[in-house]
């Protein structure tokens, strides 16, 4: 079973918390809030983003290589998560 099904409760209610964020940021530009509270919210809302990044991050290297015993599956897992920390670094 996938990791992001073993843990889906957890990460919608992450989603959830960040797209609350994302709304707030959206509800600040259209207010016309002062520059520094907005650049406050984006970052609050990159933190998040961050963290969720990294929890999953952390659940695919465990799941996907540390603890696959054939070789071809844990290269796989590897190469995914070498892809995916390349185009989330760009």
């Known amino acids: ?3 992001t099904i073993t843990h ?6 992450r ?3 960040i ?6 940021l959206e509800r600040a530009v259209e207010s016309e809030i002062g520059c ?4 406050q919210l984006v970052a609050s809302v990159r933190g998040a983003v961050n963290g969720l990044t990294a929890e999953l991050i ?5 799941e996907h ?11 796989q897992g590897a190469e995914d998560l070498v ?4 185009t989330y670094l760009r």
């Open 65 to 75: 290589v540390l603890d696959v015993d054939d070789p071809a599956l844990r290269r």
């Open 1 to 3: 079973m996938s990791h």
């Open 36 to 39: 520094a509270d907005v650049l």
């Open 83 to 86: 892809e995916v920390v390349r």
């Open 58 to 62: 952390e659940h695919h290297l465990t």
């Open 15 to 17: 989603v959830r918390r």
């Open 8 to 13: 889906k409760p957890k990460l919608l209610a």
């Open 19 to 24: 797209r609350g964020q994302v709304e707030a």
